[in-house]
């Protein structure tokens, strides 16, 4: 009988393995064939290492993707990496967004049209950036042979921390970034001429700075970028301009975006005739807006996300308004002045309103103040912006004429005890505020020293210590010993200067029938000076309130001719003041 040829049963074994392997290669995508060519349409495998085929069905695959499908690697969270081969000239972006385990993108040295590099996905000759795997994390710099970065390039980058941009890139195309929640910093080169729609959305950016190379601001261009504090345009900028960090088209009249983090009240220049789509999209900072009379136009969904916005305040004419301007914001009201035109008692789906002088919601503090020190007064007002503050001494010195609801008074002087009233104005009217009182008093020595206040049983001896670290082995000082008088009683460390830091014990010898605790305070300290003998009445008076509420502590005989009377009531009570009264 003639042996059987292993070698030959092994040939045909891996034959039929290798005829196999593509069938098994092709389930794992859905296709379509158009004139002998392949386009594949969805990945519909498990994810890892995936290897786009070269050829399916005996055809070659041409194309990956569509300009109208989904994408074909959607949501692959478990795709580790993806290699393109040789046939696929025609490629599609994004192709593999949200697939948050991709790590490298490998496209084969001999294909025609697209080339790789360190994982990121180019076109031929490494001009056009298509996409970044998701799984890369840090710093990137993008090579300077790019001309343009594709559309979604960077999409959902998370980890990616900022990116270099090199002097010749001209297109930063839509989404490009989007969702590159951890992308704090981007230098724009002054060669980019197009930031495409939605570009730089949901990234970290706190402030970004637009070359004056720049032409064309896509909407949504930094939506929901909610740390950012300013968008800055160089002032030599053909198209764009920006007032206080806010971007507006050239010569102003269009608003684009607001940064979303601008917090409290803005004021629109004069000569805006527009406010575009989302221009303040996601700014739950802002509180009140004034519009100039001259804004005939409101983009889609321009107020959205507002959720701080109380109050709009037109200076003229309704102006047309783009659908669900307000989502997001039901607080806010629309005010108008009364000689204007075409208000209704709904605007925008918002409450409208007649708008009036200024409403003073809190006014200036009476206070007491010590000579030498800073006083700061300040009144809280609502009403159509801007708002205009004159602030007065005993009605008769203007001390202060600004947009500011604050007055910095430094080094007051008795000479400055008085009355303090504010005028608040805007363009419908004015308000006076009530008069708060400033009484100026000469200043009491006194400083805040550690007040260790020990608990335990009545009449037992505590001992208190010291020490400035907690090592293995402390090195503690005695502070002071204490015999109860009552539960509780404070022991001072009067060290000077006192260290970075300081850490304190209590303890009693023997078995206490109450086992000791001890609390930490800062304690004033009133410096007492005199002769043997002289009494001395110590005052204390809140520094904000009436200013002849005093209230008497104690009176206190020297027994040295300095010491020290410790406030024990005062921790945890509104700020005192002292005044020291000599006692016949």
Not at 225 to 241: F, K, M, Q, R
Not at 273 to 294: E, K, M, Q, R, S
Request: aromatic letters at 10%.
């Amino acid at each position: 009988m003639k042996k059987p040829n292993a070698s030959r049963h092994l040939i045909r074994a891996l034959t039929a393995l290798l005829l196999a392997l593509p069938a098994v290669v092709e389930a794992q995508f859905s296709f379509t064939t158009n004139n002998g060519a392949i386009t594949i349409t969805r990945y519909n495998g498990k994810g890892g290492d995936v290897t786009v085929p070269d050829w399916t069905n005996g055809h070659p695959v041409t194309t990956i993707g569509s300009s109208l499908g989904p994408q074909v690697f959607l949501n692959c969270n478990g795709l580790r990496s993806i290699t393109i081969g040789t046939n696929a000239t025609t490629i599609w972006s994004p192709l593999a967004s949200f697939c948050y385990g991709l790590t490298a993108i490998t496209v084969h040295t001999n294909n025609p049209a697209y080339s790789s590099l360190a994982g990121a996905f180019f076109n031929k000759r490494q001009t056009t950036l298509i996409q970044y795997p998701q799984g890369k994390f840090g710093s990137y710099t993008i090579p300077d042979s790019v001309t343009s970065i594709g559309n979604a390039a960077f999409e959902d980058c998370t980890g990616l921390t900022n990116v270099t941009i090199p002097y010749g890139v001209t297109n930063i195309a839509y989404l490009a970034f989007q969702e590159c929640t951890s992308l704090s910093s981007v230098t724009l080169p002054n060669s980019v001429t197009t930031i495409g729609w939605g570009a730089f959305q949901e990234c970290a950016l706190t402030n970004v700075t637009i070359p004056n190379s720049v032409t064309s601001i896509g909407d949504l261009a930094f939506n929901s970028c909610n740390g950012l504090t300013a968008i800055t345009v160089d002032t030599n900028n053909p198209a764009y301009s920006s007032v206080a960090g806010v971007l507006f088209n050239k010569n102003q009249t269009a608003l684009i975006q607001c940064p979303q983090g601008m917090a409290g009240s803005y004021v629109i220049p004069n000569g805006v005739t527009a406010i575009g789509d989302w221009a303040f999209d996601d700014c739950g900072g802002l509180t009140n807006v004034t519009i100039p009379d001259g804004v005939t136009s409101i983009g889609y969904e321009a107020f959205e996300e507002c959720t701080s916005l109380t109050g709009l305040y037109f200076q003229g004419n309704a102006p047309s308004f783009g659908t669900a301007v307000f989502v997001g914001d039901d607080n806010a009201t629309v005010y108008y002045l009364p000689e204007t035109t075409g208000w209704g008692a709904t605007f925008g789906g918002r409450p409208t309103a007649p708008w009036g002088p200024p409403i003073i919601q809190t006014p200036p503090p009476t206070q007491t103040a010590e000579a030498g020190s800073a006083v700061g007064l300040w009144v809280k007002a609502r009403g159509g912006l801007p708002l205009f503050y004159l602030w007065y001494l005993d009605d008769t010195n203007l001390l202060g004429c600004s947009t500011n609801c604050a007055l910095a008074l430094t080094n007051v002087q008795v000479s400055q005890s008085g009355m303090y009233t504010v005028i608040i104005t805007n363009a419908s009217g004015a308000v006076t505020s009530a008069s708060a009182l400033v009484n100026v008093i000469a200043a009491v020595e006194r400083r805040a020293v550690p007040g260790v206040k020990v608990t335990g049983e009545p009449g037992s001896l505590l001992n208190v210590d010291c020490a400035n670290s907690l090592s293995p082995a402390p090195n503690w000082t005695t502070l002071g010993s204490v015999s109860l008088t009552g539960t509780s009683q404070y022991v001072f460390d009067l060290m000077l200067p006192l260290p970075p830091q300081r850490f304190y014990r209590a303890w009693q010898p023997g078995a206490p029938g109450v086992i000791p605790a001890l609390d930490l305070h800062l304690v004033p300290a009133i410096t007492l000076t005199g002769n043997l003998g002289d009494t001395w009445r110590v005052d204390y008076i809140n520094r904000f309130g009436p200013t002849d509420a005093w209230v008497t502590l104690d009176t206190v005989t020297l027994t040295n001719t300095a010491q020290l009377y410790f406030d024990v009531s005062a921790p945890g009570q509104p700020e005192r003041l002292y005044r020291l009264v000599k006692v016949p």
